[in-house]
């Protein structure tokens, strides 16, 4: 049975990084969370293994209910069920490249997905009373308009994931504008963490760093090196999710660091880490990607992983968030890489694992 003085959260994508770390948050700050996840062939809940609780158990404070964003009946019986406070829409086909595989999918999940889950609060009666946030994305302003981006600028998406996520993002402020809902978007740039999806750039350098250097693997094969980004750390980037949803308005905020890094300074950081100093010779044919001092070429550019059209260059300005909410981040990209690079070699060392594309 719940108890009536303690908020209750939904999460969609509560299976994914941020939605790891956002229930480990909203648990400590005492909510009753509910997260929405895919039915899988396979277990799609090693993030949240260590705050699954058996449903046999009295008083449960954390629930699993299977469904999908695709699918509306679903959401509006979980919605109903749970009559959350907060509802946290994290949930995502998020691969950028991916996406241009599967557009017609991802529009469905990440632009009609929102829209669908935004109804279903409507026909649950909980418009002015569910406070909701949308997981919008730096991925928005893709071809460059400004730099530093700032919650201004306009958007110019580059993939059919970014213009899923615009027509995410404008429905959120139209049923915020139409209906007085509380509905706020995150603009949030990239943001990394141990937990990362395994072929995001960040964590497939730090996973073959640390299987290169403990002999597991021979290379790593990257796409575009030239492209830069904003990364942070997972963590804080959920607090400053939390944070827009108590404030006592509605409204939409960019989450960034203000420092860019180019993909190939990422590589070097991590190999450096991994105790493999490494030294780029260029991406002509026959000189591609980097090498040790002895000549082995540990990291190549492979045109396979190009996009069709790419986003350059991310660079956030958090003015904003940090003057209106008192949001900073605190971990720097290169110690984000350490952490990353620590985490993986053990990881590594206590099971070998297959699969590195
Ligand atoms: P992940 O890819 O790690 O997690 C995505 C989650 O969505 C997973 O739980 C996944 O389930 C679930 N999911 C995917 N498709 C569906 C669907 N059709 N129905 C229900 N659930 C689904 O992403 P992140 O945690 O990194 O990102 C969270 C959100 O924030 C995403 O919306 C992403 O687009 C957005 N974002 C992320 C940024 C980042 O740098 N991480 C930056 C800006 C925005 P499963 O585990 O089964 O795959
Ligand atoms: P991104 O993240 O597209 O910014 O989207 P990703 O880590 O996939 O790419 C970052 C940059 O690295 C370049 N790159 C490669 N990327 C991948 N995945 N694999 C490679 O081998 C590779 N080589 C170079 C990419 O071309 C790109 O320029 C992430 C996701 O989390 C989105 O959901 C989120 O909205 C944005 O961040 C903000």
Redesign the pocket.
Same mark, same amino acid.
């Given at each position: 049975m719940s108890d009536a003085s303690k908020k209750t959260a939904l999460i969609?994508?509560?299976?994914?990084?941020?939605?790891a770390y956002l229930s480990h948050l909203l648990l400590e700050k005492g909510y009753e969370v509910h997260g929405?996840?895919?039915r899988?062939s396979s277990f799609?809940t090693g993030r949240i293994e260590d705050i699954y609780q058996d449903p046999h158990v009295d008083n449960q404070n954390f629930v699993l209910h299977y469904?999908?964003?695709?699918d509306s009946t679903n959401l509006i019986r979980i919605v109903q069920e749970t009559r959350p406070d907060e509802i946290y829409n994290?949930? %995502?086909?998020?691969h950028v490249a991916v996406s241009f595989e599967t557009p017609e999918y991802t529009a469905n %999940?990440d632009a009609i997905?929102t829209l669908r889950l935004l109804e279903a609060i409507r026909i649950a009666g909980l418009e002015k009373t569910t406070r909701f946030y949308q $997981?919008?994305?730096?991925e928005l302003y893709g071809l460059v308009q400004e730099v530093p981006q700032r919650e201004t600028t306009p958007f110019y998406p580059r993939s059919p994931y970014a213009a899923a996520k615009l027509y995410a993002y404008w429905i959120t402020v139209n049923y915020r504008e139409a209906y007085g809902m509380h509905a706020s978007n995150g603009i949030?740039?990239?943001?990394e963490s141990p937990l990362r999806?395994e072929t995001f750039v960040t964590r497939k350098i730090t996973r073959a760093a640390a299987a290169i250097a403990l002999g597991r693997q021979e290379k790593l094969f990257l796409g575009n090196l030239d492209a830069k980004r904003d990364w942070g750390h $997972?963590r804080e980037y959920v607090r400053g999710m939390w944070m827009m949803v108590q404030q006592d308005e509605p409204d939409d905020y960019v989450l960034a660091t203000g420092v860019t890094t180019e993909v190939r300074e990422f590589v070097r950081w991590a190999f450096e880490d991994a105790g493999i100093p490494l030294e780029f010779r260029g991406e002509g044919i026959d000189e591609k990607g980097y090498s040790t001092e002895d000549g082995r070429c540990l990291v190549e550019v492979d045109p396979r992983y190009f996009r069709p059209t790419e986003v350059e260059l991310l660079l956030g300005d958090p003015t904003k968030a940090q003057e209106q909410l008192g949001w900073k981040h605190e971990t720097s990209p290169r110690d984000l890489a350490r952490e990353m690079v620590q985490a993986d070699m053990e990881v590594m060392k206590a099971e070998p694992i297959a699969g590195f594309d």
């Open positions: 969609t994508g509560v299976t994914g990084q941020d939605g929405i996840k895919r899988s799609n469904g999908d964003l695709t994290l949930a %995502a086909q998020s %999940a997905g $997981a919008s994305t730096s949030l740039f990239n943001h999806g $997972a």
